[in-house]
């Protein structure tokens, strides 16, 4: 495959939708690429909003990718010792909400951000958890659900077969001034050490990434520099693509589609919604911020 890149806006929900229109702006004025939106059905418990999802279904329809992001993308378990609440309490926030979850917790949030993607009959092909924090459990039930991709910060696996696609990330974190300044200093060692070397860089963007001038100027100005030679792509295209042009063709890809006759398999299993919780768009060929 020819070198590529894929945009992927985390986070997406009621309550957010204001700063990642902001985001999807930014991106816009460096060039019209397709996005994966990381959709969150109720995000730190919110209810569902129908003109949020008539506003997604738009973005959908106009050449966006919509995949499921957790189910309420909060924590609420209780860490095993000090090191798991660092990692799931200092480092994420308290937001990685797959990161310690049993198979039937998994499963059960799993399916219930499925029958959402299903009532709103959008097609779904990736599941990406917050933080990136997929716990054994979460793994298992990956194997189950029909979904063709899941990822973490540094790789993308096929599914069910878990192939590993290695894909770099440009990542910024935005909730204190030294750590603005860190991911700026960090992504700009990265594109220094070769990052372009990789297949596919994904830009892993938040809602307030676009917040803060230098943040924002900081991954405008890479995601300019890689489109003078990548192809943008939705993830959930990219693999496919990969998928035919590797020995990976030979391994079907699961999903749902809203035009499916089936009903979800799953459903069939009695498993209720948890209580407590298109075509590449080709890069110009020269991008230019000033």
Avoid at 48 to 61: G, K, V, Y
Avoid at 123 to 134: D, T
Wanted: net charge neutral; hydrophobic share 40%; charged share 15%.
């Amino acid at each position: 495959m020819e070198p590529s890149l894929c945009v992927v806006l985390h986070d997406v929900a009621p309550s957010t939708w204001a700063a990642c229109q902001r985001v999807i702006d930014a991106v816009g004025e460096v060039a019209p690429v397709p996005l994966t939106l990381l959709a969150v059905p109720r995000y730190h418990g919110s209810p569902r909003n129908p003109e949020f999802e008539a506003t997604l279904t738009q973005r959908q329809e106009c050449g966006d990718e919509l995949a499921l992001h957790g189910y309420t993308h909060q924590d609420d378990g209780t860490p095993s010792g000090p090191i798991d609440r660092l990692r799931r309490q200092w480092y994420t926030a308290g937001e990685g909400e797959f990161a310690a979850l049993s198979c039937e917790a998994a499963t059960q949030r799993l399916v219930a951000g499925v029958r959402w993607f299903q009532a709103n009959r959008w097609p779904l092909y990736g599941f990406v958890a917050p933080a990136w924090l997929l716990s054994p459990g979460t793994w298992q039930a990956l194997s189950v659900v029909p979904l063709s991709y899941t990822s973490t910060l540094r790789k993308i696996y096929t599914l069910p077969h878990r192939q590993a696609i290695t894909s770099p990330s440009v990542c910024y974190s935005t909730r204190a001034g030294w750590r603005r300044l860190a991911s700026v200093c960090w992504n700009s060692a990265l594109y220094q050490a070769g990052q372009d070397s990789q297949l596919l860089v994904r830009f892993e963007l938040h809602p307030h990434d676009a917040d803060h001038f230098w943040v924002r100027r900081s991954w405008q100005r890479l995601l300019a520099w890689h489109l003078q030679y990548r192809r943008a792509y939705t993830v959930a295209e990219f693999v496919r693509q990969w998928q035919e042009t590797s020995c990976a063709a030979t391994l079907p890809a699961t999903y749902w589609h809203p035009q499916d006759d089936a009903s979800l398999p799953l459903a069939q299993n009695n498993i209720s919604t948890p209580t407590a919780i298109k075509a590449p768009i080709a890069a110009p060929a020269s991008t230019s911020l000033g």
